[in-house]
């Protein structure tokens, strides 16, 4: 008897005999059940241990699940009935997670910082070059009229731009914001004053 016989003759034995399918579903979060695989299990009157590694594990016996899978499982009924009295199937198994960590921001040194004061007049000027290692950047109108700030020259005017207030306004940029481009600035109703501190990546 070649191995397609053995095969043939096994199921054949195997048919006169009751069974019930259990049946795995899987599904993401609130979505609809899909059903995986459904295996056969008889009735052999005696309790028996069956391994399910396929069809949720691969052949390194690994399941890789997200965090909103679902896991499940039904019991079909194959005109043999389901479970009677009695009649019982224990699930057992294990799982694995890993956790990633958000990599630690590594630190950088800042260096010493640098005062500067420029005078802003009605003509659009240039108070800060770009600089991609600056850290840190403090600016205060010393001067009685307003300033506006911007990044380019490019339509900057009275009532564009960031507003430096008169007599005291300040404006600071630290390491979260945009600080590698050039800083120009216009005085509004008269010649006024940006003074302040720059600091670098040391």
Do not use: C
């Not at 095969?7 to 993401?28: D, Q, S, T």
């Not at 059903?35 to 399910?52: D, K, V, W």
């Not at 294990?94 to 958000?102: A, G, R, S, V, Y």
């Amino acid at each position: 008897m070649n191995t397609a016989e053995k095969i043939a003759a096994m199921l054949e034995v195997e048919n006169k005999f009751p069974f019930v399918g259990l049946r795995f579903h899987a599904r993401k979060g609130a979505g609809a059940w899909q059903p995986l695989a459904t295996s056969l299990l008889q009735n052999r009157g005696r309790e028996t241990t069956i391994p399910f590694l396929i069809p949720y594990l691969t052949v390194n016996q690994l399941k890789l699940l997200s965090p909103d899978d679902i896991l499940g499982v039904s019991i079909v009924n194959y005109g043999h009935g389901t479970l009677a009295a009695g009649d019982y199937i224990n699930l057992e198994g294990d799982f694995k997670f890993e956790i990633d960590l958000i990599p630690r921001p590594v630190a950088r040194t800042v260096g010493v910082a640098v005062p500067y004061g420029i005078d802003i007049g009605l003509t659009p000027i240039r108070f800060r070059s770009s600089n991609t290692n600056r850290a840190l950047l403090y600016a205060t109108n010393a001067g009685n009229f307003n300033i506006w700030i911007a990044g380019t020259s490019s339509g900057l005017a009275p009532g564009t731009g960031m507003l430096l207030a008169a007599n005291g306004g300040t404006l600071s940029l630290g390491e979260t914001d945009n600080l590698n481009g050039e800083l120009w600035a216009v005085a509004e109703g008269g010649t006024s004053r940006v003074a302040g501190v720059e600091a670098s990546y040391a």
